[in-house]
């Protein structure tokens, strides 16, 4: 890609070809988790390992199931990073070791848990649930913060603005001069984009930021780059507008931050900044270190850490 962290480009029909150096779109993974739900792992990829401080993405299902059969994932622990659910369809129930038990995350809600310096926790559905809808991300700490104490908020209520026939949810960060009150700490942006009909409007873009869009549901052109649930379209820094078309019951997540200030180290459910701090965490968690406390609630197994690779790759 071109290196145009220090070049604003304002959008016009006459610069398209030159908007278009900015943008690449790469293929998504998929895999299954659990039964039968498959998930779109987007980032962290070969091709792209975070956009600002994005360091993760999975989108999940939609999936139907039988009374009893959905997602069940036991403790498992946390350090260096922010998760955040957005949840599209379905309901899920979060406990944690701080001492959060079954709470529940509807549609249109966000549960932000914040790892810091070492957390545990589990993600069920409800017994009586049969489907789920929903896109998971990590959000890497800065250098200041990731060591700090864990916490967990619900959001049950964010800002919503209708424009162009686009309902725009802002999820975190501001947006069409609209705040979410997601608490994170890098500059980042995050925003749900759905239209019921298919509608055209144009984006208004920082130029400091890095933007990934990926579809969750339907189908969408961004500046002329198909984007579809198996690909994820990627912009570098410069731009400052941007068109979009979004196809009939489409729904789009728009991600954007400024470049992470450090390269990162992620590895299973970790995020740090040397190997060798990632290695004590997993001993940590085997031997039931108190960093990661216990969740009594939860009846069943704790995940067990994988074998520890001999090398990693930083993500930047």
Same mark, same amino acid.
């Given at each position: 890609m071109t290196n145009t962290h220090d070049?604003?480009?304002s959008h016009s029909d006459d610069c398209e070809k030159y908007v278009n150096k900015f943008i690449q779109d790469f293929q998504i993974r998929s895999a299954e988790i659990g039964k039968g739900t498959v998930i779109k792992r987007a980032l962290p990829s070969r091709e792209k390992r975070m956009i600002g401080a994005w360091c993760f993405l999975d989108h999940a299902g939609p999936v139907h199931f039988k009374q009893g059969e959905g997602l069940d994932v036991g403790p498992h622990p946390h350090i260096g &990073?922010? *998760?955040f659910t957005w949840m599209i369809e379905g309901t899920m129930l979060h406990s944690d070791s &701080?001492? *959060?038990v079954d709470q529940l995350i509807r549609p249109k809600q966000v549960n932000l848990m914040t790892a810091g310096h070492g957390i545990s926790h589990t993600e069920v559905a409800p017994a009586t649930e049969t489907k789920m809808h929903a896109a998971q991300l990590w959000i890497a700490l800065p250098d200041a913060k990731i060591d700090m104490a864990p916490q967990f908020?619900?959001?049950p209520?964010?800002?919503v603005v209708e424009k162009d026939g686009v309902e725009f949810t802002i999820l975190v960060g501001e947006f069409l001069n609209t705040t979410s009150p997601v608490k994170v700490h890098t500059e980042l942006l995050g925003v749900d984009l759905t239209a019921k009909e298919k509608t055209k409007t144009r984006l208004s873009l920082n130029p400091k930021f890095e933007y990934a869009f990926m579809a969750l549901e339907g189908t969408a052109v961004v500046n002329g780059h198909e984007l579809d649930q198996d690909n994820l379209v990627v912009l570098e820094p410069g731009l400052t507008e941007l068109d979009i078309e979004i196809h009939e019951g489409g729904r789009i997540l728009l991600l954007g931050g400024e470049p992470f200030e450090s390269p990162i180290l992620l590895w299973?459910?970790?995020v740090?900044?040397?190997q060798e701090e990632l290695r004590i965490a997993r001993e940590q968690w085997i031997n039931k270190d108190p960093r990661f406390?216990?969740?009594p609630s939860y009846i069943g197994e704790s995940l067990k850490a994988p074998v520890f690779p001999d090398s990693m790759r930083p993500s930047k």
């Open positions: 070049t604003e480009i &990073l922010q *998760t &701080l001492g *959060t908020d619900h959001y209520e964010l800002p299973w459910n970790f740090g900044r040397t406390g216990s969740i």
